[in-house]
């Protein structure tokens, strides 16, 4: 995305976790709290099971947003019905949220279709994103108008570079590619009976909380859905809901008024995640 070298497909998860720990590093941060949005879950699931060490020693903490859910989970029709579109259709994949934010309503739905487009259809006025910004400007001061203009001012930003990584990305997400485009999370109920293997190896050495899961699942979800929901919180709760409570707190909250896209700019969602990674929101943004 925007100025960043191009990864090849089947090398973008290895690059990304070898990138993170020498970001930090970089930038003198020892300890960080995980949080991701849809396609970000892929990313989010091999961080935390390769670079463990980069979670708070005491506090580990993990938020998850509008998870991604493979359709084959998820049983979403639209998904599986774009799963059979040919891989030559992903070559302008990521032009398809700026010419529906033109206007047309057959493509606006289509973008709709899109995890690379959360958060690119700000242009749309609805009534929940008014009454969170009336909300965020009434507790944190940043005014309803301020908001709209960034949130415009934004997608241009965004079209006005290079976003060809958003094919990529639908490819990705929809296993559209060589085998193993996932990485260590190809199968979720796998990848957490891993994660606990790792959690339990550590056992009580530093002394501090359980890993904390968090995951914030929008009111109406049109990529993932509610059997897309049971399959994610049946994945962390293991077997008979409780195999995996000795390693890891897993809590889950239904965030009202929201879909896959919004709920990431929910203020009540990220004030939850701010709060429980030990922050405090400021008084002003």
């Known amino acids: 995305m925007g100025h960043s070298t191009d990864v090849p497909l089947p090398q973008r998860v290895s690059i990304w976790v070898e990138l993170v720990p020498l970001f930090l590093a970089h930038l ?10 849809s396609a970000g879950t892929i990313y989010l699931f091999n961080t935390l099971l390769r670079c463990r060490h980069i979670l708070h020693p005491t506090t580990p ?30 070559g302008v994949w990521h032009k398809i949220p700026k010419f529906a934010a033109a206007g ?3 493509l606006n739905g289509i973008s709709k279709l899109l995890p690379s487009s959360s958060g690119l259809n700000n242009s749309v006025q609805t009534q929940p994103l008014e009454r969170n910004r009336q909300r965020v400007e009434r507790e ?13 001012l934004s997608f241009k930003a965004i079209f006005g570079e290079n976003t060809a990584g ?9 296993r559209k590619g060589p085998v193993g485009l996932w990485g260590d999370c190809e199968d979720y ?15 009580s050495r530093d ?3 359980k890993l904390r899961i968090r995951v914030y699942f929008a009111e109406s979800d049109a990529l993932i859905g509610k059997k897309g929901q049971r399959y994610m919180e049946e994945c962390w ?33 990220l004030e939850q995640i701010f709060t429980s990674a030990g922050g405090v929101m400021p008084e002003g943004l």
């Open 166 to 174: 958003a094919n990529s990305e639908a490819l990705q997400c929809l």
């Open 237 to 269: 709760t293991g077997s008979g809901g409780g195999e995996f409570q000795d390693v890891h707190n897993f809590t889950t909250t239904t965030i009202g008024e929201t879909d896959h896209d919004n709920v990431v700019q929910s203020l009540e969602c």
């Open 207 to 209: 002394g501090g909380e």
């Open 140 to 152: 944190y001061g940043l005014d309803v108008e301020l908001q709209r203009e960034l949130a415009t």
């Open 61 to 90: 903490l993990v938020s998850l947003v509008a998870p991604w859910v493979d359709p084959a989970h998820s049983h979403v029709a639209t998904m599986q019905m774009v799963q059979y579109l040919p891989t030559s259709v992903f």
């Open 104 to 106: 047309g309503t057959m």
């Open 28 to 37: 003198h941060i020892k300890h960080v709290a995980l949080a991701s949005h």
């Open 189 to 203: 109920g796998v990848f957490v009976g891993k994660v606990a293997e790792v959690e339990r190896g550590r056992g």
